[in-house]
Structure formats: C-alpha cells, structure tokens
C-alpha cells in the first residue's frame, strides 16, 4: 500500500477521469448526442463550439441544486436546447429529449478504468471510502454500474449541496460525514484546483492523472493509475 495512506483512515474519491471515463470521450457530447448533432456539429468551428460550451456552463451553473433523475433530464433537455441554439444545430425537442434521456439514464456512457474494483474492495478493508464529485443524481446508478458502490461508507455529491468543487462547502460536507478529522483523509481528483480546495482545509491531496490532460507538474503526489495505491 502507497506509504501515505497508511497513517489515514479515510480517502475520497473524484468520480470522472478518476473512477471512470466516458465514451464518447467527452462528458456532455455523449455518443447519443454526436449522433443526433450529426453533420451540421462537424461544420462547426473549435472556437463557435467552445462558445456554445461556454453558454451551456453558464445555464448549468445558474442553479445546480438537482434532486432527482428527473429534474436533472429536465436540466440537460435545456442545457442540449442552449447548445443546439448556440451552434444552429435545429435538434427537435423529440431530440433534445432523447439525448437529455441518454445522458442521465443510459450507463453505457461510462467506462470504468481497469482495476478499480479491486482497488477500492481492497482499500475498503482498512480505510473508510468516500466520494467527493461534481455530479447529477444519476450518479447512484452509475457508481453502482461500474461496481463501486458496495465499497463505499459516504458520498459528496455537488447537486446535493448545490455548489461545485472547488467551493470549500463540499469538502466540509463529505468531512461532516465521515466525521474524521481533515488531517486523517486523502481525496484523490484529477484536477489541480480541486486537489487546492482540499487541502486549504487540510485533507491531503493526491493528483490521478489517468487522463493525459491531467498530468500537470504540480508539488502534490500524483499517480497514473488507482492501482498505484495497493502495490
């Protein structure tokens, strides 16, 4: 086991580019909707894409306190209705349906990294498991479907507190119910800023960069892949 975490007795996870990664390669482009975009998405610039990409956040961060499954297809059929605006892409509200429908329910979004099941089956004998993530209800399902959810005690999930990483909300949160004391937790995530917000409250950070786009120099420990921590 990774010399760090021995004297620690609980580690948070980060979900996305951590635990799993997605399909279509891109979090919000799923498959269903570079389907349905088709053709008109491929005349599109990179900087008329960005732009849209930009309005859709900015819809997306106005409120981001989703409770259900439900109300979070509603929040992705308008978030497709931004970005199908924003880049002309004329979905029908039958599409945009569908592809809010794909994003939320539809698993086969997700590939989990190699290993991770016996990671964390492995972790979960001698150290408490959590999750800190920026996230949508449908979370439950599918940590459940890359066959994680058996091994963890708490989780942090940002549409439940309404605020994303790295506001310092959600780390407290996920120290409120572990109840142990900062000093004693790890949380690993793929982004530098995040790895901040933690460790400003004094969790210690451990950078993943299992996706390439995060292997950042940085001062904190970084690995390249969770099996790291059992070997």
Known sequence: MLNLLKDKKVIFFDVGYTLDMPASGDWMFTNKFLELAGEKLKQKTKTEIQRAR??????????????????????????FSVISDQLDLGLTEEERDRIARDRACNMKNYIPYPGIVEVLST???????GIISDTWPSIEQQLAYIGVSPY???????CFVG?????????LDALNKCGIPAEETVFI??????????????????????NPASDVETDYLKIHDLRELIR
């Open 54 to 79: 930009d309005a859709g956040l900015r819809f997306l961060d106005q409120d981001h306190l989703i409770q259900s499954v439900e109300a979070e297809i509603r929040n992705f059929f308008d978030y």
């Open 123 to 129: 972790l979960s004998k001698t150290h408490q498991l």
């Open 152 to 158: 963890l005690s708490f989780c942090t999930f940002s």
């Open 163 to 171: 605020v994303f990483k790295p506001d310092k909300r959600i780390y």
């Open 189 to 210: 995530d793929d982004a530098v800023r995040n790895l901040d917000g933690a460790a400003a409250l004094g969790i210690t950070p451990i950078l993943i960069a299992a």
